[in-house]
Each structure stands twice: as structure tokens, then as C-alpha cells.
């Protein structure tokens, strides 16, 4: 379950920075940190989830 939480985490990182600069609320390179971290969060996390769900 916790994995699933942290690959959520990551996932929103990925697509919340992207909406937040369209509307102008957050910089550019604060987006480029957020999304950097968003992404080895989510590749990380998910395949322990994911490879265990297939296992089963």
C-alpha cells in the first residue's frame, strides 16, 4: 500500500507542476526540479506494486 501512496506522489508531481506553470503560478525551473523528482518517484515506487499485483 505504501508504494502505491509514493507512486501516486510521483505521479502528481509529473502532472501538477505542467498545470501549475500553464496558469502561471509556478516558474519554469521549479518545474523542470519538480517533475525531475516526480519521475524517479514514480519509476522507482511503481514496479514493486505492479510486478507483485502480476506475480499473484
Not at 502505491?4 to 503560478?25: D, M, R, W, Y
Not at 509556478?26 to 516526480?38: A, C, D, P, T
Amino acid at each position: 500500500m505504501i508504494w502505491k501512496i509514493f507512486s501516486l506522489i510521483g505521479l502528481l508531481l509529473t502532472i501538477v507542476p505542467a498545470i501549475l506553470v500553464f496558469v502561471g503560478k509556478l516558474q519554469i525551473e521549479q518545474h523542470y526540479v519538480l517533475m525531475f523528482i516526480g519521475t524517479i518517484i514514480w519509476f522507482v515506487c511503481t514496479p514493486f506494486w505492479m510486478l507483485k499485483k502480476k506475480a499473484q
